[in-house]
């Protein structure tokens, strides 16, 4: 609920700078083949994966990412026939992953608990078909593609430490898998615009934790679905 | 429409970014445990160590009472007064012939609040002859690993640091043989996981509990022989050793032997020969020349390196790999030594299937260990006994005055083997020293082995640093081990009354004791453990 608010106040707050922008749009402004825009990820995740398997690790050891917003930046190139490209990158987000199913391992807290972190870079490419003419000041969009996922950064927390018994390098595979959005871009003037998108992508990644050699391993389902909020500029 | 051909710059500007954001990705993660470069012994191999599990106060009490077997442990230990910290240790050591190899054990760290952190004592514990190749007394996740849930609770809980090896030859250990009752390695490995537990607690995630320097050393059954010899050596290095418990170890080995070959075989001999034989003619090469030497043909070409093994050894026996109670064969040899008439009607007579005595009952337990198929040759019998019998240990079968070891080294390969582990090596303990056991022990037998080093030791150590406790024995006061040996007498009346009721089995009586009398080895443990902490607990008052 608290990134959704922050999207919309995002939004908001993209609409009136625009709206302070002089020129509006009208039926002699040019069209732009080429499009950056730069705006608000609000990313949800829907975690489901294994019990995480191994030596030592009782039943129920699970995880789930918490939801995280970060910086969205992308480009656009139109093609004929109302198509366009879009690359879309974020910022790569510090992404918590919090312990998920017992309340203890033995007797170390885990359920809730912030176990480990990673940074994304998760570029995705999109082809979507644009609804209205050019002209059109709202322009509905839907599209798919293909996104790439490669983590970095990856650190166990202490409490992370606790639960797996030590000092933990974590490996998590990269993930090429589909993503698809339904979006709408509004246009203010002939460069300026507002777009927003909700895209849901598949990002599955096998997990690996090393433990002073001890290999433990599951299969994550993050299942993201962002909310972007942009403003971009049309050339 | 425009289309400016700027835009392909603009793509190829996005390339490099994506393709920097990319390189990006290439950053590593947290590190996890370094890994040694040195293999020299006592060398910590990972570190820190792995912590297997940590477990308050309230849910190690939480997880036994969940059990019957755990609740009856929890009688006899008390209840746990600290947390439990388990770690795998993994460190180097050295086979039977000096073969560097890798080993593996736990480092159990109390946690908690006074008397369970802080600067504790440790505990070195050498755990009893198991079979499964597998063990890792560290991994207290497995329900199998009895012994180390015992050390847990009697010691652990009780702010006592407890180290122990798997020992060489088990779990991680690739020396394909476990150098089995062998003095000089055994305390050898005890020094060196010791040493590598002592590098590894400060980096442990327990480092609230440290090192307060003083060592108790304590042991059950082969572990009871390992933690007397690893006394022996630490204390000829000059080592700090507290006070030690062997208990119920086979310390007068060639005795011991001698009185096997002899005819009294005891409980577990089927496995206990082969990993015999197996460790000694690795360090030793003077066991065989070739496995049929020892072995009988049924046995012969399994016997000799399939214990320790990862196929539980019931199945062994099951599957005909192993005889489960034969020792020896049910006929007997005739021995015609020439020019030694004597001598070879007395062995012929030694040699016979010992006659059930029912005034004693383990003669009964002795007769089990003859049939067919049988495991050893009677040649390979004749040649041990021809040579105890013109070399004679000072114990068996006639106790000699000091209780000596045979008078020159033995010439049969296994019997020079076991003169050379005995404990009988003119040492004496130093420190206060307990040796704990049951006098009905069938599987070691408790006066060829306590009994011996009591009297062997009886002039050489200075008077009360030695105490010998038999659980046993009625109890002939309420202070000191009394109530010790008392609650072990209640269980064995309590086991054998549970063994014919229809959730023990229904047993007849007799049926019933004979199921306490095979259980009695394992069923002392827990009370003689009892007694170590409450020897280690007086000394540390004292101390």
Known sequence: MKTTIRALTAATALVALFQALPAAADDSDPVYNNDFRVGLYSVFYHTSGDDLQGPYVPAGVNFKADNLETLYVGYVRSLPANLQVEVALGYPPLSKVEGKGLATVGSVPYNGQVVSSARWLSPTVLLEYVFLSPDSKLRPFIGAGVNYTSFYDRNQTAAGDAATGGPTKVSLSSSVGPAGTVGATYKFTSHWHLNMSYSITRVNSHVELDTAGVLRTTEIKFGPQALVVSGGYSF | ?543
């Open chain 2, 1 to 543: 429409m425009s289309k400016s051909p700027r835009s392909l710059g603009y793509i190829r500007t996005l390339s490099v970014v994506l393709s920097a954001a990319l390189l990006a990705a290439c950053g590593d993660s947290s590190p996890t445990s370094t890994v040694s470069n040195s293999t020299s012994p006592g060398t910590l191999a990972v570190d820190p160590p792995l912590r297997i599990a940590s477990l308050s106060a309230s849910a190690l009490a939480s997880e036994l009472s969940a059990s019957a077997s755990g609740a009856q442990l929890l009688e006899v230990t008390g209840a746990p007064t600290c947390g439990v910290d388990f770690y795998y240790i993994k460190f180097w050591t050295q086979g039977g012939a000096k073969e560097t190899t890798e080993s593996s054990g736990a480092l159990m760290v109390p946690t908690g609040g006074a008397g369970c952190s802080g600067a504790r004592p440790i505990v070195l514990y050498a755990h009893g002859t198991n079979a499964n190749q597998a063990l890792n007394i560290a991994n207290i996740t497995d329900t199998t690993n009895t012994e180390g849930v015992l050390i847990a609770a009697m010691f652990a809980a009780q702010g006592y640091i407890v180290v122990a090896p798997n020992y060489a030859g088990y779990d991680i250990s690739t020396l394909g043989y476990h150098p089995f009752l062998n003095a000089s390695q055994q305390s050898g490995e005890m020094m060196d996981i010791l040493t590598a537990a002592r590098t590894a607690l400060p980096g442990t995630l327990s480092s609230a509990t440290s090192d307060s320097g003083k060592l108790f050393i304590t042991g059950y059954s082969e572990g009871g022989h390992v933690a007397m010899a690893t006394e022996r050596a630490m204390l000829a290095a000059k080592a700090t050793v507290t006070a030690a418990a062997p208990m119920s170890g086979p310390y007068a080995l060639e005795a011991f032997g001698d009185a096997i070959f002899y005819g009294d075989v005891d409980i577990g001999s089927t496995e206990f020969a082969p990993l015999l034989v197996n460790s000694y003619q690795h360090a030793y090469s003077n066991v065989y020349s070739a496995p049929t030497d020892v072995f009988s043909t049924t046995y012969a070409a399994t016997a000799a390196t399939q214990l320790p093994s990862t196929t539980p050894i019931d199945t062994l026996f099951e599957e005909g790999l192993l005889p489960e109670l034969a020792l020896f064969d049910s006929a007997t040899p005739v021995v015609d030594i020439p020019g030694e008439t004597a001598l070879s009607a007395a062995l012929t007579a030694q040699l016979a299937v010992p006659t059930i005595n029912p005034a004693n009952p383990q003669t009964a337990i002795f007769a089990l260990g003859f049939g067919s198929p049988y495991l050893v040759t009677n040649d390979y019998r004749i040649s041990y006994a021809v040579d105890a019998a013109t070399n004679p240990d000072g114990a068996v079968p006639t106790p000699t005055a000091g209780v000596p070891l045979a008078a020159k080294a033995p010439t049969q390969g296994l019997r020079l083997d076991l003169y050379t582990n005995d404990m009988r090596t003119g040492w004496a303990p130093t420190v206060p020293t307990l040796l704990c056991g049951g006098d009905a022990d069938p599987t070691v037998f408790f006066s060829v082995n306590t009994g011996t080093m009591k009297a062997y030791w009886s002039t050489l150590v200075t008077a009360g640093l030695v105490q010998i406790l038999d659980v046993g024995e009625t109890p002939t006061s309420t202070a000191g081990f009394g109530p010790i040996q008392g609650a072990f007498l209640t269980s064995q009346a309590e086991l054998l009354a549970y063994y014919q009721t229809s959730a023990g089995g229904g047993l007849s009586l007799a049926a019933a004791t004979a199921a306490v009398v095979e259980n009695y080895h394992t069923n002392v443990a827990p009370f003689c453990a009892l007694a170590a902490r409450s020897f280690f607990d007086t000394v540390l008052l004292g101390s």
